[in-house]
């Protein structure tokens, strides 16, 4: 199986410099379905959303998946419109991201018969306000040969150039699977992908030859799996570098909001008389953290820290909509939720000279605090304030919250 890796990477390496060439394949009017950070305030609800870009690359060695089919010069790969590799043509693919020549082509495949690339760049990271930093950027291109017509898709992301080890789960062309993606140190020769109760499957990496952009891998697992941790080893089977894992690889390649740098968790659930089962989600990112807050019913809000922000999306807060169905009048529904000292066990909410009592769950290490999530009564519509009170097991009080409401 050792040798099985080793020949993977040699052909990877191979497909690499062949791609390179022959990828600049005619142009065509392709659009990229992005994702761009936003905040937004609609019908109330305040809703941050920010999307992945995700990446491509090699492909798994062992742990029940084949070898990747590598075709770097087939008549099919040339036929197909990918996108020129220079600079320029890559300008608007992650927000706040300036790329930089070369842009290479390190690997080429298909997988579930739709051809993929691998694409990185350097790139230079500026939000407005906030100072440069340099980039290493790298995207997963696949199409889709479904329709009639080659339809060219996309998911990828950038990450700071001294951060050698990443980890993202991208969409991929695959739908029965779910592309882990990343960047690995120069001396990585394959990545191991540590998953929760089954066998850990090993990739092997892809050289581009250019020693700050490092070395990249790909490999595709089943969409359920759960990631507990990458690890990074080279020739001689030492570690050279590790990552934290996704956690639920199904949540962490479609999150509302930035790419996760760890765990993408469920950190609170609760039952509501309108929307059914509501979901809280937490996951940790590049400028902090997002917390979407979801139904089994469909909508919810998004909201994730921006760059050179103060203020923490985790921190108790109230969220108010407003719904309405075809045919029937406007619902108006309001959550309480956020993060509490890790050893609140339960929140008292006072709304309206009414009071409940919720239970908030650990969330452990990682993120640092408990969290909770309600839904409030429905008589008591949209309140101008609540007071929150976070107790231990004892009910003792770990801290208080007034919170403004949306009346």
Known sequence: MRRAVDDLGTRLAEAAEQAAQRARAPGAAVTLQRARARRRKAAGTLCALAVV?????????RGGLEIPTVQPSTELSRELPWRPLVAREWGATVPDERPLDPVLAAAQGEQAGRPWRLTVYPSIHQPAGQPAERDVCYILEWFDQAEQ???WQAHGTCTPEQQTTTALAAAGPDPGSTAVIGRVPPAAARVRLELRGQKPVETATVDTGRRLLGRFYVAFVPPSAYLERLVALDQDGRQVGQAAGLGDLARARTPAGFPPTGPVMVVARASSSRSGTLEAVAWPTRYGYCLDVHSARGGGSSACSSPGAIDSVLAPQVQCSESQRLGERPVKQ??????????????????????????????GEGLGLAFFLAELPRETKQPPSVRLTALDAGGATLGTWNLRGCG
């Open 53 to 61: 870009v995700a990446a491509t690359g090699i492909a798994v060695a």
């Open 149 to 151: 017509e080659p339809r």
């Open 334 to 363: 309001t959550l309480v939720v956020g993060g509490v000292p890790r050893a609140t066990r339960t929140v008292r909410v006072e709304v309206a000279g009414k009071r409940l009592e919720v239970p908030a769950r650990d969330a």
